[in-house]
């Protein structure tokens, strides 16, 4: 089987097509199609299945599942939401379903010491509250911690996140201000008397 | 002031939580390739969403008749009396699973335990057969609904004391919640994720050992 790169792609697409014709030509068996629409998803895919796992292997192994399942149940897509929405639904789901999974091994075997390597500029903050607040979304509850990394970390809308998550949009917002809340509780003791809202 | 610490310290944590490599998107690429079209020069993705429901259908037929062969097995050497030879479909598990010995219904949170667990298995087993037909209807959802329910309060009652149980009623919780999505329109990609779920977390089996247990005391 030849496989479809990028530069394949850039030879034999001449043209900007619209997602829908892309949709449509994916379903009728282009790969080159399907190796477009991935090309312009899949980043983001990545991206948020790292932000929720904090782990490469995982993320990139979350991502493929979610390519797969959504090649194989591209028909079933209504178009009632943007592709990228029912993508990032697909890659939550896939990743509430397997970390389960994961954190059961890891709370058994990975100091959590291990988990936050940041080799970043400091841009002037405290590397004590830094950590202390990455450690803080950590512990959120899951509903909590996935909507402050898609709306603080990712920079998802509150409207992205109510169709990604399948929740109103007020409980979206009452979801992230309820986790901001716990975050400034986490904080409250190395900044006393400043993060109370 | 104090909000803008905050927002300040947010900000930087969008560049520095977690930050996420540059992806290998050739080689996502080629396992995604090899998974969704190997071995076939065109293959429509529909074509292959078909033959992999098929075969989880099948998995789930397999799965159906441990649990009730489980079920009635058990249910014939503790209940000391003849259990109708009923057809085999899911709800007799859930009329035979919560027959125990008198000692186990000394914990009440064993009765409620046994019975919960039979209902679910009858549900989860009825599960593809419903979906395939297009039948997970407000009946069924509300059924899931009321079973979740229960998770929950089971998950803060001492059934949860033992960590096999709280394991198997925590990935229960997120099977059903997934199930009272269902409601309403939904698209295969629900149902395929709600039976990677049940594939991975091993839920049948577990359910049936479960089921075996209880009865056992």
């Known amino acids: 089987m030849q496989q479809v790169t990028r530069p394949a792609v850039a030879l034999q697409t001449d043209h900007r097509v619209s997602e829908p014709e892309l949709i449509a030509r994916v379903l009728s068996g282009d790969r080159i199609a399907a190796r477009e629409l991935y090309d312009a998803h899949s980043p983001r895919v990545f991206r948020l299945a790292f932000r929720l796992t904090g782990d490469a292997d995982l993320a990139r192994e979350f991502t493929q599942d979610t390519f797969v399942r959504a090649f194989s149940q591209l028909s079933r897509f209504r178009g009632d939401s943007a592709l990228s929405t029912w993508l990032h639904r697909v890659t939550v789901t896939v990743v509430a379903n397997a970390m389960r999974k994961v954190r059961r091994f890891r709370e058994r075997e990975t100091p959590l010491e291990d988990v936050h390597p940041f080799n970043g500029s400091d841009a002037g903050v405290d590397p004590v509250l830094r950590d202390r607040l990455h450690r803080a979304i950590d512990a959120l509850p899951e509903i909590y911690r996935t909507t402050v990394i898609m709306h603080d970390i990712e920079g998802y809308t509150h409207t992205e996140i109510a169709q990604v998550l399948g929740v109103a949009e007020g409980t979206c917002k009452s979801r992230l201000s309820q986790a901001r809340a716990q975050l400034r509780a986490a904080l409250s003791d190395l900044a006393p008397g400043e993060l109370e809202s | ?217």
Do not use: C
């Open chain 2, 1 to 217: 002031m104090k909000e803008d610490r905050f927002e300040a310290l947010m900000r930087d944590a969008a560049r520095t939580y977690r930050k996420p490599p540059e992806p290998d998107l050739d080689g996502m690429w080629s396992e995604i390739e090899r998974e969704t079209w190997a071995g076939v020069a065109t293959t429509q993705p529909a074509r292959i969403a078909a033959r992999r429901f098929t075969t989880r259908a099948s998995g789930w037929l397999a799965a159906a008749t441990l649990v009730i062969g489980i079920g009635l097995g058990r249910a014939s050497t503790t209940m000391h009396r003849n259990v109708p030879a009923a057809p085999q479909t899911a709800a007799s598990v859930a009329s035979v699973a919560p027959v125990r010995s008198d000692t186990a219904f000394d914990a009440p949170y064993n009765v409620e335990t046994s019975q919960y667990l039979g209902q679910t298995a009858a549900l989860l087993i009825a599960l593809p057969a419903e979906a395939r037909s297009g039948n997970a209807d407000e009946k069924f959802v509300g059924r899931a609904a009321e079973l979740l329910t229960r998770t929950r309060l089971l998950l803060d009652s001492p059934a949860a004391n033992d960590t096999h149980m709280r394991a198997l009623l925590e990935d229960l919780e997120l099977v059903l919640a997934q199930v009272v999505r269902l409601q309403g329109e939904h698209d295969r990609t629900d149902l395929d994720l709600i039976n990677r779920a049940l594939e991975q977390r091993d839920v049948i089996p577990r359910l049936r050992t479960a089921v075996a247990d209880i009865s056992a005391n």
